[in-house]
């Protein structure tokens, strides 16, 4: 692996949506290899450590080594639009496993 984490969020925010928070996240990838498909999730605490949320990440991600990437969604879930700010919440992603493109696979 190259690096502490395998997908590292550098930075996130959500905005107020009827349907729920429009979350939008730019991450870097530390591995060593191109990826080809991901099983990996956004996952939000409260600051004493509580779960809130989750977000999945998209299984087709595709992010070359060392480079960043911006995504975004939406939780459905209105309850979240009040919980999900920077004053309220943490958020880091939790990779299980990456598949390379050249058809590697690594768990973590």
């Known amino acids: 692996m190259g690096g502490s984490h395998?997908?590292?969020l550098l930075e996130w925010s959500a905005e107020p949506q009827t349907k729920g928070?429009?979350?939008r996240f730019r991450l870097k990838s530390n591995l060593l290899k191109p990826v080809r498909s991901v099983s990996a999730a956004l996952i939000f605490r409260d600051h004493e450590g509580h779960s809130l949320s989750a977000l999945p990440l998209s299984p087709d991600l595709r992010?070359?080594?060392?480079?960043?990437?911006?995504e975004e969604d939406?939780?459905?879930?209105?309850?979240?639009?009040e919980?999900?700010?920077p004053d309220k919440a943490s958020a880091v992603i939790c990779t299980r496993y990456v598949v390379?493109?050249?058809?590697?696979?690594e768990d973590f």
């Open 83 to 85: 919980l999900l700010t």
């Open 74 to 81: 939406v939780i459905l879930d209105p309850g979240m639009n």
């Open 21 to 23: 928070p429009r979350v």
């Open 100 to 105: 390379y493109s050249d058809s590697s696979l």
């Open 63 to 70: 992010i070359p080594p060392g480079t960043v990437k911006i």
């Open 6 to 8: 395998p997908l590292q």
